[in-house]
């Protein structure tokens, strides 16, 4: 199958390495294969193949609303930001405007605490091995800018620039 798909795509094999972590990855930060099938239009097994790395699913590979609806469920572009970068390119958050003013509270905090955590428990798993490679680096860029987006918006309720 291999041969296949290197003679009939425009894609190679480690892109579709990339994008098929990238699409695990995605799973995890949505709570789970069984959590992110609720949020879609595939089944939990079709999933499944998205992801594997099997060279029977090597055509396998996300469609795009499946992928936005996965990267929704995440809180993250995990799949998408594989494809951009793919292409040569590179995902960046639209800064909200006239956000809604409000008190922080003590879920603020804990919100920021377990985004803090899992941002260190990603650092943690990345150096298990000694080495960050592609996907654990852009997993644990996308985490320190969500928690930047949270501390950011502290701020700003705090009445900070």
Do not use: W
């Amino acid at each position: 199958m291999h041969l296949k798909i290197d003679k009939l795509r425009g894609i190679s094999p480690a892109e579709i390495r990339v994008i098929k972590k990238a699409t695990e990855q995605a799973y995890r930060l949505g709570g789970g294969i069984s959590v992110v099938a609720t949020r879609t239009r595939v089944s939990t097994s079709t999933l499944c193949k998205y992801a594997s790395i099997s060279p029977e699913y090597d055509d396998a590979l996300i469609p795009l609303d499946v992928a936005i609806e996965v990267d929704r469920a995440a809180g993250s572009p995990a799949i998408l930001t594989a494809y951009a970068e793919i292409l040569g390119f590179q995902i960046v958050a639209a800064v909200p405007t006239d956000e809604p003013e409000g008190a922080v509270t003590e879920a603020d905090a804990h919100k920021i605490a377990r985004k803090a955590m899992g941002l260190a428990e990603e650092i943690f798993a990345a150096l298990e091995d000694n080495v960050i490679d592609a996907l654990e680096k852009r997993t644990i860029i996308d985490k320190c800018h969500r928690l930047k987006r949270l501390v950011r918006d502290m701020v700003r309720r705090l009445g900070g620039a």
